[in-house]
Each structure stands twice: as structure tokens, then as C-alpha cells.
């Protein structure tokens, strides 16, 4: 059993940075597909971005070039950098793990990042 377990959010203004990290349990983590997702109040979740066991990234529109994600698979842990943050960034940011031999999906609790204007 794989957990995921999010840390970093918080309350930002505009234009700050933060970094989130999702740290997994267990073993395997090198095999995991990671990605990091995010939920609005009264919206959807949607996905930020994601990064394979090679390191390649891709990126939702809206978080390109302010947001990079990164793994360090000998601390089991992927990360988040998030710049330049708007207001619209304000959700609860969620990981998650697709172990691509099991084909199980984990995901984590999630945490609060909040955008001052």
C-alpha cells in the first residue's frame, strides 16, 4: 500500500512563490507516473502537470512557465515550484501515483495553497 502524503501550502500574496512536496510510502516510487492536480472551491479538479519516472514534464496552459514540477526517486518525493502565483492558483493542490505495473492510482490528502490579491 502507497501513501501519499502533500506539504507545503499555504497563504501566499501575488506574485510569491511556494513550493509543495509530495513525499510516497513504500516502495516503487521510481516506477510511479506522478502528477499534481488542483480543486477550486465549487470547481473541478484539474490537472497541473506531470513528470514519468524519466523526469519528463508536461504542463497544463495555465501554470507554463511559472510552474515546474520535479522528483528526487531516492527521497520518494515530487515537487512543485510555483511562481509568480495568482489568485485564480488559490485550490487545494492534490498528488497523485500511478504505479504503471499495477495500474493502481493513489492519491494524496491534498493542501491548501491560498493567493492574496
Known amino acids: 500500500q502507497v501513501q501519499l502524503v502533500e506539504s507545503g501550502g499555504g497563504l501566499v500574496q501575488a506574485g510569491g512563490s511556494l513550493k509543495l512536496s509530495c513525499v510516497a510510502s513504500?516502495?516503487?516510487?521510481?516506477?510511479?507516473?506522478m502528477g499534481w492536480y488542483r480543486q477550486a472551491l465549487g470547481k473541478q479538479r484539474e490537472l497541473v502537470g506531470t513528470i514519468v519516472n524519466s523526469g519528463t514534464t508536461r504542463y497544463a496552459d495555465s501554470v507554463k512557465g511559472r510552474f515546474t514540477i520535479s522528483r528526487d526517486n531516492a527521497k520518494n518525493t515530487m515537487y512543485l515550484q510555483m511562481n509568480s502565483l495568482k489568485s485564480e492558483d488559490t485550490a487545494v493542490y492534490y498528488c497523485?501515483?500511478?504505479?504503471?505495473?499495477?495500474?493502481?492510482?493513489?492519491w494524496g490528502q491534498g493542501t491548501q495553497v491560498t493567493v492574496s490579491s
Open positions: 497523485n501515483a500511478l504505479d504503471q505495473f499495477t495500474r493502481i492510482l493513489y
Open positions: 513504500g516502495n516503487g516510487f521510481s516506477n510511479f507516473y
